[in-house]
């Protein structure tokens, strides 16, 4: 069994700006929810026709990447 490197947050704001994986930034899905001002993210993700962006799920939880979600936004500006 391969062994993880865990990180532990020692200060509030660690924890409160949530996971930067591999050097690039994330979005979690209720703060994406809450910049659309929809419910759930379900119909996006499972739309092959809308092109959300693919989360990364960990410990059950998704996120997404910012520059992924940012590129998408821009798309349905154009689309508009």
């Known amino acids: ?3 993880r490197k865990i ?3 020692t200060r509030k ?3 409160r700006q949530g996971p930067n994986f591999e050097g690039g930034d994330f979005i ?3 703060k994406l929810r809450a910049k659309f001002g929809i419910i759930t ?3 996006w993700r499972h739309d092959k026709k809308c092109g959300c962006p693919a989360p990364k ?3 059950g939880r ?3 990447p910012v520059t992924d979600v940012s590129a998408w936004i821009a798309r349905q500006g154009d689309a508009a």
């Open 57 to 59: 799920v960990i410990n």
């Open 41 to 43: 993210l379900w119909r």
């Open 1 to 3: 069994m391969r062994k």
């Open 13 to 15: 704001e660690d924890a």
């Open 7 to 9: 990180t532990v947050l």
């Open 28 to 30: 979690p899905g209720p």
């Open 62 to 64: 998704l996120y997404f």
